[in-house]
């Protein structure tokens, strides 16, 4: 499984990427935090971020996908929240890669219909429904371009907020009475 995650910035998404690949992060599978395992943040940090991701749960191997025709490639979301420390050394460019990856930073939320998204709470920002599509096609087309897709890896189309993540307290984000992200944060 792979988790590719694109910056802030390809959430513009007004731009072109057909023939220059935007940069992305590639996580290892050791990064994602499984079945309510809690979070534990690293004591070299005093204070953590959770920067949210909306991103696609692959259902089909896919290579070199237009971006026209990846939605045929997925048909549910993931909310993804990646600790992140505030201290301002660990965000320079010599440490960004390896803090994107330390084991046990990354948590992904259960997949949801698009349309579900409305109704997380708490509230996620996302804009409105058709950039969003418009964003998650350019992230996969982009994704299929540099890697072969296999099923079950996730593409997370940019950043969308930023949460405190504070010590001994339990994240979850929920869709009615279904919970689809709990985790509790040591």
Known sequence: MKLIWFPKSFAGAGASFEKALPACRLAVETAIVRHDTPLFLPGWSENWS??????????????????????RYYSQVVIAVKARPDNEEYLLPEYADAMFSHDGSILVSKPVAPDDLARIDPPVQVGSMEYLIERL?????????????????????????????????????TLGETTILTHKIK
């Open 50 to 71: 959770g920067v949210i991701g909306i991103g696609v749960v692959i259902e089909r191997l896919g290579r070199h996908i237009d971006s026209r025709f990846a939605h």
């Open 137 to 173: 096609d350019k992230a996969v087309a982009a994704a299929s371009r540099a890697f072969t897709l296999h099923t079950g890896d996730v593409v997370i189309a940019g950043e969308v907020d930023i949460i405190p993540l504070v010590p001994d307290t339990r994240l979850s984000f």
